[in-house]
């Protein structure tokens, strides 16, 4: 595999990080997930633009400054997927702080830690397993995604994921694919690595976003979900509701769409994937492969007012 790593493509061992590497210590890193699709007229990095924003806005939630352009970091991107010739692709831009200070304060006097910059690709075909098929089976987990501030909520940060690890491979342990994590009032937040939507008596609804993250998936099945005139209610879960819901999935970069057939060994529903999820399934995979926003209202996800895509309220 060959990296984009601070302007220069290198293999993977010749990157040279250090072991003293702040970020490897402390995890002060932000990253990102940027899926390429495969299309007729070549290849579409899926809202590159929006991730590569993304990045740089959750570096400077930890005060860290990229030294590059969205313009520079987007090209990267196809860089790397051109000198290891992939189309079908998972993209993985890393922000980390090298070798220097070793204390929490990286701007005190002595050895600055350099800012480094990594991009990867690799062809990741399902994060779950024939989940786009057959569904997946979740528990609810006693780890929460608690955050004392409001806007390291929306930061991809290496260390927020520490929780989301222990949640998967707790669940993992248990037979289950994924976790769900609630936040510090016990309504659910979102799964490990991706949001959370699901199904009552028509109506999809999804958490608030003071717990979970503002996935760009998330933002572009609300827009397929308006499209086909379903409402979205962005509201307080919680467990109850979780239970008594007619379908579930969960949205990601990584994971796609992704089913959910059944919460701690109960049924979701009727037990198998429902018409709404595979229809946003389908949808979202002819939005992806297709290199354009036309069925999108003219817009892209990213342009539609609040007020045009999402309901606040509280689900009962």
């Keep these: 595999m060959k990296n984009w790593f601070d302007g220069k493509i290198l293999k993977n061992l010749d990157a040279g990080i250090s072991v003293m590497s702040h970020t490897l210590h402390y995890g002060t890193g932000v990253f990102e997930g940027i899926r390429s699709y495969k299309t007729v007229t070549g290849y579409n990095v ?17 005060r860290i400054q990229i030294p590059y352009t969205v313009r520079e970091l987007c090209e990267a991107v196809h860089h790397v ?28 006097p002595g050895k600055p830690n350099p800012v480094h910059v990594m991009i990867s690709a690799w062809k990741w075909d399902s ?6 098929l057959a569904g997946i089976h979740a528990t609810i987990s006693n780890y929460r995604r608690v955050f004392s501030d409001s806007t390291l909520v929306q930061a991809k940060a290496n260390g927020h994921y520490l929780n989301s690890y222990c949640a998967h491979m707790a669940a993992k342990a248990l037979g289950y694919d994924e976790a769900l994590l609630m936040d510090a009032d016990g309504f659910l937040a ?6 959370l939507f699901i199904v ?8 608030l976003l003071t717990s979970a ?15 086909e005139s379903y409402p979205v209610v962005e509201s307080c879960i919680t467990v109850k509701d ?16 992704s089913p959910v057939i059944s919460i701690d060994g109960l049924p979701v529903g009727t037990g198998i994937v429902g018409t709404i999820t595979k229809m946003l399934s ?3 995979q002819e939005t992806v492969r297709n290199n354009h926003y036309k069925h999108l209202g003219h817009k892209k996800p990213s342009e539609l007012k609040q007020s045009d895509r999402l309901i606040t309220s509280t689900l009962i």
């Design 282 to 284: 389908s949808r979202y």
């Design 127 to 132: 994060y779950f397993k024939n989940s786009a």
């Design 81 to 108: 997927l051109k000198e290891n010739h992939l189309s079908d692709a998972y993209i993985r831009p890393l922000v980390f702080l090298g070798e220097g200070n070793m204390g929490l304060d990286v701007g005190a």
């Design 190 to 195: 979102e799964a490990s690595a991706s949001n």
């Design 46 to 62: 899926f809202r590159l633009e929006e991730h590569i924003d993304r990045l740089i806005r959750s570096a400077k939630s930890l």
């Design 213 to 227: 993250l503002a996935g760009i998936t998330r933002d572009t099945v609300i827009t397929l979900c308006r499209e």
């Design 242 to 257: 979780v239970m008594s819901s007619d379908e579930i999935f969960l949205t990601g970069t990584a994971c796609e769409v």
């Design 200 to 207: 009552k008596n028509g109506t999809i609804y999804t958490p």
